[in-house]
């Protein structure tokens, strides 16, 4: 065949339509992970749900995916990855999202595509195959992506801002998590949230995708929020460990972009403790030819943090140090 991508794609879109299931993608830069959880866990309070195991979310393992969807699945969520020019056409193909929610964009990736727009070109694309009643889920104060999705039906989030459809108010940051309430415009109802042992505020944004994305699927509130509430960080992506000796660590490690070393460095520095502070940071990759600005920034957030200690892991965040005037 000519593009064995393709035929690959049309395969495995085969395979996928022998299920009835309804299929969410969860596409962007920052915060895949953690919204395809949320999502899951709230999907899976009403409905047989399946999402991909973890870091499953390039071309060939989400054509894979597709293949094996369990027998009598309702909903699956699928992350899907802007790896490489072409690959979410590709995908959307496959999976024909009925939702597609869309987190926010950085420049990861950017060695590949070679600028900012060109990966909201990318990202979007996960779109050119939804359902026609399809939903498209995005944070409202994104407007590069509204100029890219205006033809689509549109519900928005926010943080403190009433104009989109779901909004988030009254955070707080208490010893047992992250406080705030979420408000469905439409229907003008409001719910008390708690994210469980979560102290990033950019993570009520996952959360809010979370909501949206279960109203949009005829889910009962009752059930949304019970699945926002049993959810739980897992592993080395914004998990908080206690050991015997007192010492309180504060662990995101996996794929970073600039934006989530950030967060990372804003929720670190917020959270309680009675000794001393430290940050420990690595390397940002594919950050081309950002790099240096991109470590740079790093190293300013840093800086003007309340970090007793800096010690940095690569020659990339070394440098950028090195060439600063930390105090």
């Known amino acids: 065949v000519k593009s064995p991508e393709s035929f690959y794609s049309a395969i495995c879109e085969y395979f996928r339509s022998l299920s009835p299931v309804k299929i969410t993608a969860v596409a962007g830069s920052i915060g895949k992970t953690t919204t395809k959880r949320l999502i899951t866990s709230v999907y899976k309070e009403q409905f047989k749900t399946f999402n991909d195991p973890e870091n499953e979310n390039q071309m060939d393992c989400v054509g894979y995916i597709c293949q094996h969807i369990p027998s009598g699945t309702r909903m699956q969520v699928q992350e899907v990855s802007e790896d490489t020019p072409g690959c979410m056409k590709l995908m959307s193909e496959m999976l024909r999202p009925e939702i597609a929610v ?76 992250l406080h705030f309430s979420i408000t469905d415009k439409q229907n003008d109802k409001s719910f008390k949230v708690v994210l469980h042992n979560i102290f990033a505020r950019h993570n009520a944004i996952s959360a809010l995708y979370a909501f949206a994305a279960g109203v949009c699927s005829g889910e009962s ?54 000794g001393k502070r430290i940050a420990v ?40 140090v090195e060439n600063s005037e930390m105090r």
């Open 102 to 177: 869309i987190t926010a964009i950085d420049k990861s990736h950017i060695e590949q595509f070679g600028s900012q727009s060109k990966i909201y070109e990318e990202v979007c694309s996960i779109t050119n195959n939804m359902a026609e009643n399809g939903t498209v889920i995005i944070n409202a104060e994104d407007k590069e992506l509204w100029n890219h999705l205006c033809s689509r039906r549109i519900k928005t989030i926010a943080i403190e801002d009433n104009s989109a459809d779901f909004y988030a108010t009254e955070l707080n940051v208490c010893n047992d998590g």
């Open 281 to 320: 940071i690595g390397d940002v990759e594919e950050a081309g030819s950002e790099s240096a600005t991109v470590h740079k920034e790093i190293v300013r957030f840093v800086n003007e943090s309340n970090f007793d200690y800096f010690y940095t892991f690569g020659e990339k965040i070394k440098n950028a």
């Open 221 to 274: 509130y009752d059930k949304i929020l019970k699945g926002i509430d049993k959810y739980r960080t897992l592993g080395i992506r914004q998990n908080i460990y206690d050991s015997e000796d007192g010492v309180k660590l504060y662990v995101d490690c996996y794929n970073a972009v600039g934006k989530s070393v950030e967060s990372a460095i804003v929720t670190a520095s917020q959270i309680p403790v009675l």
